[in-house]
């Protein structure tokens, strides 16, 4: 089992920053990568980056990139999600998932919200215009 605690939410007016952490404890090194998710309300679940536990290359939705960087402390088993020019369209709850499996860089199970394997309990961010 994996558990993943996500914190760092909250509210901010437009063109601000958050940063957004996720802890994992349990059998972490069982762990292949971990992505971030959100949902809006009345919105599907959307993939926003995901990045190899181990490290390497990371990978972002169009929507998210330039503006999102993913990384990690392998040492404090944390990932993060730094959100820079944060819109008002970027309001949701966000979640960090761990997926067990390898796959290929830029697989399309990158984005499948089914394929992964452990999910925490969510942020909210909220963005003011």
């Known amino acids: 089992q994996v558990q993943l605690v996500e914190s760092g939410g909250g509210l901010v007016q437009a063109g601000g920053s958050l940063r957004l952490s996720c802890v994992a404890s349990g059998r972490t090194f069982g762990i292949a990568a971990m992505g971030w998710f959100r949902q809006a309300p009345g919105k599907e679940r959307e993939f926003v980056a995901r990045?190899?536990?181990?490290?390497?290359?990371?990978y972002y939705a169009i929507s998210v990139k330039g503006r999102f960087t993913h990384s990690r402390d392998s040492a404090k088993n944390t990932v993060y999600l730094q959100m820079n020019s944060l819109k008002p369209e970027d309001t949701a709850v966000y979640y960090c998932?761990?997926?067990?499996?390898?796959?290929?860089?830029?697989?399309?199970?990158?984005?499948?919200?089914?394929?992964?394997?452990?999910w925490g309990q969510g942020t909210q961010v909220t963005v003011s215009s």
């Open positions: 998932a761990a997926d067990l499996k390898s796959v290929p860089y830029g697989s399309t199970l990158y984005t499948k919200g089914a394929s992964y394997d452990y």
């Open positions: 990045i190899p536990w181990s490290g390497g290359n990371t």
